[in-house]
């Protein structure tokens, strides 16, 4: 089987690496036969759905949608696990952990990987060359074992173009993309409502995406578990980010922010 006889797949997460990795494949005419997209629901900012809308109009073709069937709500809230002799039981699986702190550990990524590997499988009698938009100056992020198969080759071509993320993100917008703002004020725009995410992100949350803040709040009273692994609620983060601005003298005991 030649390279040209396999099925060439671009990973698109519709952030500004593989936003740029999408467009930059197209203008060199590489060979693409399908964008793939896990679709994380109202877990994504919202003004995700529009900028994949104005990926489609700029290339001229669909993204391929991979929804999650029961939406991660429901895994969150609602999911009743198998019961196990000897383990206690909650219902949903509550707050993403990272690996080694709860059995669920980051159960939305698993949900991701587990979509679109199945998505993928398609394509195994004929192979397949996935495309991951990791940029040049993330080298650490390609070398993890089982990122290629016998019948699934990874490439990186971000790397192969010298692009850092901070090249990613001026070729964006060079293009006119712009997220309506949100890397002004996050560096990763995947779900909002992550709770791995640096304080320093969620404090930009709190500050500028109000209505988001209040649904993460809610999110955080329905959880079995704290939002936070070190056990800080989200009520906790609140009352922090409100007292950094006081004594940055950006608000007044008080005030709003």
């Not at 192979?127 to 040049?136: D, L, P, W």
């Not at 293009?175 to 725009?189: E, I, M, Q």
Request: hydrophobic share 30%.
């Amino acid at each position: 089987m030649t390279v040209d006889e396999m099925k060439h797949i671009v990973s698109f997460s519709g952030g500004k690496d593989s936003t740029a990795m999408l467009l930059m494949m197209i203008e060199r005419g590489m060979q693409i036969d399908d964008i793939v997209y896990f679709d994380c629901g109202d877990w994504e900012f919202p003004q995700m759905a529009e900028h994949i809308l104005q990926v489609e109009r700029y290339i001229g073709r669909e993204i391929t949608r991979l929804p999650d069937t029961q939406g991660f709500n429901y895994w969150m809230f609602d999911h009743v696990p198998r019961k196990r002799k000897g383990k206690n039981h909650h219902v949903g699986k509550g707050w993403p952990r990272p690996s080694h702190q709860q059995c669920n550990g980051r159960w939305c990524t698993g949900r991701k990987t587990e979509s679109i590997n199945k998505y993928h499988r398609q394509y195994k009698e004929e192979g397949m060359i996935s495309y991951i938009g990791f940029a040049a100056d993330e080298t650490n992020r390609m070398i993890r074992p089982n990122i290629s198969k016998k019948w699934h080759e990874t490439r990186f071509p971000l790397y192969d173009f010298d692009m850092t993320e901070a090249d990613c993100l001026e070729h964006c917008y060079n293009k006119g993309f712009t997220w309506g703002g949100l890397y002004n004020h996050f560096k990763r725009v995947s779900c909002w409502c992550c709770p791995l995410q640096p304080l320093r992100e969620l404090k930009q949350l709190y500050l500028h995406f109000p209505e988001l803040w209040a649904r993460l709040r809610d999110m955080d009273e329905r959880a079995w578990n704290t939002f936070r692994a070190d056990g800080k609620s989200v009520e906790d983060l609140e009352e922090r980010f409100y007292f950094e601005e006081v004594q940055q003298g950006k608000l007044k005991l008080g005030g709003m922010a």
